[in-house]
């Protein structure tokens, strides 16, 4: 299987748009730019840097012309196609890493090397220096699913909504507040959702969230699982899973594109060392595997080079919790 990559630069004013990719007509370019990334998608309410792309081999006109490139729109896609040197690569793997705009291009050039570096920002587009008009006016007995409807279709009318949160979420009396950014928002209901059930069940709960994926906005809290859990296979991963604390691992596998934050997942019944035994059994009697049952994925990281020699070297590091979520309690007693 090999690497793929499609990087979609839109047109504005100062130029034209671009394309860059490595599988042309369906078929895998081996003289195709060398590509580098470091794509980060986060829940909103997350700190975290912006993505960074890297083109090795542009030209000297879009190197000297790279600041026309500030404020496009911008698409890259990723993942494993079939091909060299195995073909048993699944193509729907493959897709898309992240959308977002530009918010600054530059390029270098020394010696021989000539390339092209692309800061991405991927939350919407909306700044405190041209806000969105998000106001939230959650009212008395209402589910904060409807009142987020009502907000996000007003500010984000060309935007899809995918709204998946706990119905008990309702407030006793009527809340209404304007925000700025989608960050600023999902913060707020981040911190107030756990409110509502923490005190009853401490830890098991981890609030309310939102990713932004092309013009899809996800709203979530880990209450519900979907039902669609992607099933994993063993032979995609790099390394091994990692605890970082209760009810919270890491993981790598080769670069996928068809996850993402949000999305429900299931480990292999067996994967390799990472599996539970008793003190009895030969080290080939594995049972089963420690991650078991549904995991809710908040964080991902691709990181690639198109050329490196390693395994990897275009991999995707994930993050996730269990949907152990338990909000059986009262909203309004948890206040």
């Known amino acids: 299987m090999s690497r793929f990559y499609d990087i979609t630069i839109g047109a504005t004013d100062a130029n034209a748009g671009a394309t860059f990719t490595n599988r042309v007509n369906g078929k895998f370019d081996p003289g195709a730019p060398q590509v580098e990334m470091d794509i980060q998608v986060v829940q909103l309410h997350t700190p975290v840097g912006n993505s960074f792309v890297r083109i090795w081999g542009v030209s000297l006109q879009q190197i000297s012309q790279a600041s026309d490139f500030n404020g496009a729109s911008i698409t890259v896609q990723g993942g494993m196609q079939k091909g060299l040197p195995l073909a048993t690569a699944q193509a729907a793997q493959a897709g898309v890493l992240c959308t977002g705009k530009i918010l600054m291009a530059y390029g270098n050039w020394q010696g021989v090397n000539q390339s092209l570096d ?18 939230l006016n959650w009212k008395k007995g209402q589910t904060l699913s409807d009142a987020l409807q009502e907000c996000l279709s007003t500010a984000y009318p ?61 709203v979530f809290d880990g209450s519900n699982a979907t039902g669609d859990a992607v ?16 009810n ?55 990181v690639g080079n198109s050329r490196g020699p390693g395994a990897d070297d275009w991999i995707t590091n994930f993050q996730a919790i269990t949907l152990n979520a338990d909000v059986s309690a009262g909203a309004a007693t948890a206040l």
């Open 118 to 135: 692309l800061i991405i920002i991927t939350d919407g587009g909306a700044t405190q220096n041209a806000p969105a008009n998000i106001v």
């Open 158 to 218: 060309s935007y899809t909504l995918n709204i998946n949160i706990s119905d008990k979420l309702v407030l006793p009396a009527d809340e209404v507040g304007a925000y700025q950014t989608l960050e600023q928002l999902t913060a707020y209901l981040n911190a107030l959702s756990l409110k509502f059930f923490n005190q009853n069940s401490p830890g098991s709960y981890h609030g309310v969230t939102m990713t932004v994926v092309q013009t899809t906005i996800n």
């Open 231 to 246: 099933s994993l296979e063993a032979r995609d991963f790099i390394g091994q899973p990692t605890w970082l604390g209760p």
């Open 248 to 302: 919270q691992i890491s993981w790598s596998m080769v670069m996928r594109g068809d996850l993402g934050v949000g999305s429900d997942i299931l480990f292999p019944q067996v994967l390799n060392l990472q599996a539970q035994t008793s003190p009895q059994s030969q080290s080939l009697a594995r049972t089963k595997t420690s991650f078991q049952g549904t995991w809710n994925i908040v964080y991902q990281r691709h």
